[in-house]
């Protein structure tokens, strides 16, 4: 089987974390079978540039990351305007890029993300007349289908799959609704790289990372969004409960100036810190130096933070929301709140705190799905995907 794989949530050379949950099944998936892979990188006219894409200038066209060859054509988009047109935007300006790296032909089209990448997925799937299989990864679902043309897009496109991946129950019923089969739905979780996360050592971590030697830290891996509920974490920080207790959050966003506003009016100045973007290869050092890990998100997918946190041994209190049930299904593993209170938030960060909890149970729950693991159920997705398509085929033949 061969397999063209298409999504614009993408490592590159000038954002290498980009993407990389999803760069890492597909890296795990091309140690199995043959794959070509296009990631679409938007180009913006010079009348409308725009800081927040003007990185993707110094994309190369073409690289290999970690053995895995990409192509990084250009689509034209508009920041801000007519979202709902840039699936087909993707589709008319990477066509010949896609047509470029299907040679041989591929079995299957991949694509992540539901819009606009997989919906434009779709389209160059039916130039090609091969199936496609979407995954669907939270924020297109949960937050891009919320307009009421996105959503007729995104559900236009994903009856016309094969079959839909999602990363956790919650979001097949998302898909559900948008009228997909149940029966083309099939729920792969992500994985963990298990040799980058597992068990370190607190006091040696806060040492690499200038933090202090004393006294109790909760870490938040996250992007400054809202839907990360970044503010509602700020909140429960500044309780009583909390006084004692410091805050780092790794990650950054469009938030950050209103959230550090924020922070600066709670008097948190000095107890709550925003570490910005870092290395993914730095995350485990961070996880390492917490007492606990925190997820405050309104809504997810299947969030990486809270299995990575795991894997290095650190408990987690996280809202109950998207795919976290399915991760805390064992009280040993963390606390699960209400999502959006903070004051739940709070009680469960001071319970996390005052408990004893087993690294090692910790750290076993969480590689006990690797990525090599997701590639194996994805190939067997795709596997379902090519036999439907041969049999649709054949049986158009019968009839003729």
């Given at each position: 089987m061969?397999?063209?794989v298409?999504t ?6 000038t ?21 070509a892979a296009v ?5 913006i006219?010079p009348?409308?540039?725009s ?7 110094g994309?190369?066209k073409h690289?290999?990351i970690?053995g895995v060859s990409?192509?990084y ?5 508009i ?8 699936g087909?935007f993707?589709?008319a ?6 047509l470029?790296?299907a ?7 991949l694509?992540?993300f ?5 919906f434009a997925a779709v ?7 091969r199936?496609?299989v ?7 679902i949960n937050?891009l289908?919320r307009?009421f ?6 559900g236009?496109s994903?009856?016309r799959?094969?079959r839909v991946?999602v990363?956790s ?7 559900q ?5 149940p029966e083309r739905i099939?729920v792969?979780?992500n994985?963990i790289?298990?040799?980058r996360?597992?068990p370190?050592?607190r006091?040696?971590?806060r040492?690499t990372?200038?933090?202090p030697a004393?006294?109790a830290l909760?870490?938040?891996v ?5 839907e990360k ?9 500044a309780?009583?409960e ?12 469009a938030e ?7 922070r ?8 709550f810190?925003?570490?910005?973007t870092?290395p993914?290869?730095?995350?485990p050092?961070?996880?390492?130096a ?10 997810e ?12 041994g ?7 929301v ?14 699960m709140?209400?999502p ?7 009680q469960?960060m ?17 590689h006990?799905r690797t990525w090599?693991?997701v590639a ?18 054949a049986?158009?033949?019968?009839a003729?």
């Amino acid at each position: 089987m061969r397999i063209l794989v298409s999504t614009g949530i993408f490592p590159n050379r000038t954002d290498m974390t980009r993407g990389v949950y999803v760069f890492q099944q597909v890296a795990a998936l091309a140690r199995r079978v043959p794959l070509a892979a296009v990631a679409p990188v938007p180009f913006i006219p010079p009348f409308a540039r725009s800081v927040r894409y003007r990185a993707f200038s110094g994309v190369p066209k073409h690289d290999v990351i970690d053995g895995v060859s990409v192509s990084y054509p250009r689509y034209v988009v508009i920041p801000k305007f007519f979202r709902f047109l840039h699936g087909f935007f993707v589709f008319a300006c990477t066509l010949p890029a896609h047509l470029r790296a299907a040679r041989p032909r591929p079995d299957v089209v991949l694509s992540f993300f539901a819009y606009p990448y997989g919906f434009a997925a779709v389209l160059t799937a039916g130039v090609m007349r091969r199936p496609v299989v979407v995954s669907c990864r939270g924020s297109d679902i949960n937050h891009l289908a919320r307009p009421f043309l996105c959503r007729r897009l995104i559900g236009w496109s994903l009856r016309r799959c094969r079959r839909v991946v999602v990363v956790s129950r919650a979001l097949g019923e998302a898909v559900q609704a948008l009228g997909v089969k149940p029966e083309r739905i099939r729920v792969v979780p992500n994985g963990i790289d298990v040799e980058r996360f597992g068990p370190g050592e607190r006091a040696a971590a806060r040492r690499t990372l200038s933090l202090p030697a004393e006294g109790a830290l909760v870490v938040c891996v996250s992007r400054l969004s809202h839907e990360k509920g970044i503010d509602i974490l700020l909140e429960a920080a500044a309780r009583p409960e909390l006084s004692q207790v410091r805050f780092a959050v790794v990650g950054d966003g469009a938030e950050r100036p209103r959230l550090e506003a924020r922070r600066h009016e709670l008097g948190m100045d000095e107890r709550f810190l925003f570490s910005g973007t870092r290395p993914h290869s730095e995350i485990p050092a961070w996880l390492a130096a917490a007492d606990i890990a925190v997820l405050a998100s309104r809504t997810e997918g299947h969030p990486n933070a809270v299995v990575e946190a795991l894997a290095c041994g650190r408990p987690v209190v996280a809202a109950r929301v998207g795919g976290v049930p399915d991760i805390l299904e064992d009280a040993s593993l963390g606390i699960m709140v209400t999502p959006g209170d903070a004051g739940a938030l709070a009680q469960g960060m001071a319970d996390a705190l005052a408990r004893s909890w087993d690294p090692v149970r910790l750290t076993r729950a969480a590689h006990a799905r690797t990525w090599e693991r997701v590639a194996e159920d994805l190939e067997a997705v795709l596997h379902e995907a090519v036999g439907v398509a041969a049999v649709t085929a054949a049986g158009r033949v019968m009839a003729r």
